[in-house]
């Protein structure tokens, strides 16, 4: 890593400029400083998927890390929250609640097979408005998919993907399952589907 910093302290241009993620650009500034028990604590904390705290300001979305500021309040680029999940009528419907600076370039929702890494299934979606989007799925996409359980994925900017987070622990997912299809939260409180 030394020898990283040293090659770049040449080139003409700040190297955080390439960094597309704010943690990236955290890590590397912790690193140059020689604050070393702050990166190993801030890694540990990045790295931990659930426990997580965001906060919205405006059109944006920040993580709340264990670092003082003025590293306390990461912005991240996109973010999305399942506000309501139900079945009705053959149609499953999720209402997203969608932040962050690709909102107009969000594609598809990705289905990723947690048992098999090649088994992956997307979901193309209509154009609406944002932030808050309504996605309706017919139970007939979701009944070929192979008996397993799916991480489902908001796919972005052509190839980028978050999961779809469920801050609310009061939603109740039960409305949004069939004989053989069942949305949860999983438990990193993102949204997951279970075919039987």
């Avoid at 192979?146 to 009061?170: A, C, D, G, H, M």
């Avoid at 949004?176 to 949204?191: A, D, G, I, M, P």
Wanted: glycine share 2%; charged share 25%.
């Amino acid at each position: 890593m030394r020898k990283i910093l040293k090659t770049t302290s040449k080139l003409e241009y700040p190297l955080t400029e390439q960094f597309l993620d704010s943690h990236n650009k955290i890590c590397y500034a912790l690193f140059q400083q020689k604050r070393y028990q702050e990166l190993e604590a801030f890694l540990k904390w990045y790295n931990k998927e659930n426990g997580k705290s965001y906060v919205r300001s405006k059109d944006s979305i920040y993580t709340v890390s264990p670092l003082p500021q003025p590293n306390k309040y990461i912005k991240i680029p996109m973010y999305a929250e399942v506000v309501n999940c139900d079945f009705a009528a053959g149609v499953f419907r999720l209402d997203l609640r969608i932040t962050g600076d690709y909102e107009n370039q969000v594609e598809n929702i990705l289905f990723h097979d947690r048992n098999n890494i090649f088994n992956q299934v997307t979901y193309s979606l209509s154009d609406s408005p944002v932030p808050l989007r309504r996605v309706t799925i017919p139970e007939g996409f979701i009944s070929p998919l192979s008996k397993s359980t799916y991480n489902l994925y908001l796919v972005f900017n052509e190839y980028q993907k978050i999961p779809l987070q469920i801050p609310n622990k009061k939603l109740l997912l039960k409305k949004s399952q069939t004989e053989n299809h069942h949305f949860y939260k999983n438990v990193h409180n993102q949204l997951a589907l279970k075919v039987l």
